[in-house]
């Protein structure tokens, strides 16, 4: 659904009329197209630590212009500050206030991205301080930029076996994905990566080149737009969805030139039919995206079971059990990624939703839980937690409460299913092997509740 006011106040009179009379100002957001560049200017990696050189230097090879001191006026594309050496909440002030210097010279739709280490990972509380610290300063940054730039951080889990560097493989993957366009209504949020599992793919515009991915709920809304996504970045798709969907199915398949299989997935074999369709249909299976899922919201007090049933089985129960038949496949053993869909309602709820947050909420709990049964074959599972998508769903809502969720973010919008769908494709690639049990919410921080 077109965003009327977007469009009116991006640009021209519209732009000075809205900030004369104080009202929200949006800007069309900078989203990924084939053959773009990964980021538009200068790049500054700010910061003294090895990590940082390293870093410095391994964006030169990807051609970026990168700067390591910044330039009197001159408009940047991205900030990357590192911060992977803190260890007392004093080493924050430098580098920050550094950085904070050249915020004024990011260009719209820029990028500011953190680099540093989880609080958990500490060795002692002055660290950890550190650390935690850098949660709550990236995330009030994120509210304060304009003109479209975000700020995201990435997160390196130390283990006593084994030290993350700046240039991870994972770590990599998610500083691309957060300088590109495919992030473009990711906003304040964190990426943890857990290992040197993962590789950058030989041709960044078909990351997914050669794979298998089954994606549910694929015949309209967010689920088509997953299905166009991973096949324009490579993958051969296996959509799924109800058969009273048969013909809106038949037509996405046929557009990723893919292959349709008609399937409720609550029924008890519905993991079997689908590693069956995909294995018989295209030799193996890769990558599972649970996007299928249903409301049907009543304020708690007049819930009847019916209404509660059906949400718990479509949006919860039938993962767990199609993730069983997946875990207990040969097929599904090489490197292996499923990628579930959450909602924000899962994090900070919502009114009228119980049923669906409880779902929502369980999805969460299921990723993190299933990432340890994952990882002895390589494998990976995480969520995206979408915010106020542009859907036909929310197009019906009231007039006033559509504008009102549209601009509760830090980017004054509502969501594409274009940019659920990018991140869906990020978590799906061999870039995010070191990412796993991890919920990326996709909602241009939404200012109500968690």
């Given at each position: 659904m077109?965003d009327t006011?977007t469009?009116l106040?991006s640009q021209g009179?519209g732009r000075?009329?809205?900030k004369?009379l104080?009202l929200p100002?949006?800007?069309?957001l900078r989203r990924h197209?084939p053959g773009a560049?990964l980021?538009?200017?200068?790049?500054?990696?700010?910061?003294?630590?090895?990590?940082a050189?390293?870093?410095a230097?391994?964006?030169?090879?990807?051609?970026l212009?990168?700067?390591r001191?910044a330039?009197?006026k001159?408009k940047?594309?991205?900030?990357?500050?590192?911060?992977d050496t803190?260890q007392?909440?004093?080493d924050?002030?430098?580098?920050v206030?550094t950085?904070?210097?050249?915020?004024?010279?990011?260009?719209?739709n820029?990028?500011v991205?953190?680099?540093?280490r989880?609080s958990?990972?500490?060795?002692?509380?002055?660290?950890?301080a550190?650390?935690q610290g850098?949660?709550?300063?990236?995330?009030?940054?994120?509210?304060e930029?304009r003109?479209g730039?975000?700020?995201n951080g990435?997160?390196l889990d130390?283990?006593?076996?084994?030290?993350l560097?700046?240039?991870?493989?994972?770590?990599?993957?998610?500083?691309?994905?957060?300088?590109s366009?495919r992030?473009?209504?990711?906003?304040?949020q964190?990426?943890?990566?857990?290992?040197t599992s993962?590789?950058l793919?030989i041709?960044a515009d078909?990351?997914l080149?050669?794979?298998?991915?089954?994606?549910?709920?694929?015949?309209?809304?967010?689920?088509?737009?997953i299905a166009?996504t991973?096949?324009?970045?490579?993958?051969k798709v296996?959509?799924?969805?109800?058969?009273?969907?048969?013909?809106?199915?038949a037509?996405v398949a046929n557009?990723?030139?893919?292959t349709a299989l008609?399937?409720?997935?609550?029924?008890?074999?519905?993991?079997h039919?689908?590693?069956e369709?995909?294995?018989?249909?295209h030799?193996r299976?890769?990558i599972v995206?649970h996007n299928?899922?249903?409301?049907?919201?009543r304020?708690?007090a007049n819930?009847?079971?019916?209404?509660w049933?059906?949400v718990?089985?479509v949006n919860?129960?039938?993962q767990?059990r199609?993730n069983e038949?997946?875990?207990?496949s040969e097929?599904?053993?090489?490197s292996?990624?499923?990628v579930?869909?959450?909602?924000?309602?899962?994090?900070?709820?919502?009114?009228?939703?119980?049923?669906y947050?409880?779902?929502?909420?369980?999805?969460?709990?299921m990723v993190?839980?299933?990432a340890?049964?994952?990882?002895p074959?390589g494998?990976?599972?995480n969520?995206v937690?979408p915010g106020?998508i542009?859907t036909?769903?929310?197009?019906?809502?009231p007039?006033?409460i559509?504008e009102a969720a549209?601009?509760?973010?830090s980017l004054k919008q509502?969501?594409?299913?274009q940019d659920?769908?990018?991140a869906?494709a990020?978590?799906a690639?061999?870039a995010?092997g070191?990412?796993?049990?991890?919920?990326?919410?996709?909602?241009g921080q939404?200012l109500?509740g968690?």
């Amino acid at each position: 659904m077109t965003d009327t006011y977007t469009q009116l106040v991006s640009q021209g009179l519209g732009r000075d009329v809205a900030k004369r009379l104080g009202l929200p100002q949006p800007v069309v957001l900078r989203r990924h197209q084939p053959g773009a560049p990964l980021v538009t200017g200068p790049v500054l990696v700010s910061g003294d630590s090895a990590g940082a050189n390293d870093l410095a230097t391994t964006m030169l090879g990807w051609g970026l212009d990168v700067r390591r001191n910044a330039l009197p006026k001159e408009k940047l594309g991205a900030i990357v500050l590192v911060l992977d050496t803190v260890q007392h909440p004093e080493d924050l002030s430098k580098p920050v206030l550094t950085a904070g210097a050249s915020l004024r010279d990011l260009s719209p739709n820029g990028r500011v991205i953190t680099i540093s280490r989880t609080s958990q990972s500490a060795r002692n509380p002055a660290s950890a301080a550190a650390r935690q610290g850098i949660d709550g300063l990236l995330r009030s940054l994120a509210k304060e930029l304009r003109a479209g730039a975000t700020a995201n951080g990435i997160l390196l889990d130390e283990h006593l076996d084994e030290h993350l560097a700046t240039t991870s493989p994972s770590a990599l993957g998610a500083l691309r994905f957060f300088l590109s366009g495919r992030s473009a209504y990711v906003d304040g949020q964190f990426l943890t990566v857990r290992s040197t599992s993962g590789s950058l793919p030989i041709d960044a515009d078909r990351p997914l080149a050669g794979k298998v991915a089954v994606v549910t709920g694929a015949a309209r809304g967010i689920g088509a737009a997953i299905a166009r996504t991973l096949h324009r970045d490579g993958a051969k798709v296996v959509a799924v969805d109800i058969p009273a969907a048969g013909d809106h199915l038949a037509a996405v398949a046929n557009e990723v030139r893919g292959t349709a299989l008609q399937l409720d997935i609550s029924r008890d074999d519905a993991g079997h039919r689908i590693i069956e369709h995909a294995v018989e249909r295209h030799g193996r299976l890769d990558i599972v995206v649970h996007n299928a899922g249903i409301t049907r919201d009543r304020l708690l007090a007049n819930m009847d079971e019916g209404r509660w049933q059906s949400v718990i089985a479509v949006n919860i129960a039938a993962q767990l059990r199609i993730n069983e038949a997946l875990l207990a496949s040969e097929h599904f053993k090489d490197s292996p990624r499923i990628v579930s869909v959450a909602s924000t309602t899962g994090i900070a709820g919502n009114r009228g939703q119980t049923n669906y947050g409880a779902s929502k909420g369980g999805v969460i709990g299921m990723v993190r839980s299933t990432a340890a049964l994952m990882e002895p074959f390589g494998g990976t599972i995480n969520a995206v937690a979408p915010g106020f998508i542009e859907t036909e769903m929310t197009a019906k809502m009231p007039f006033a409460i559509r504008e009102a969720a549209r601009r509760l973010n830090s980017l004054k919008q509502g969501g594409q299913p274009q940019d659920v769908a990018e991140a869906i494709a990020f978590l799906a690639s061999d870039a995010s092997g070191g990412i796993s049990g991890e919920v990326l919410r996709v909602c241009g921080q939404q200012l109500v509740g968690a």
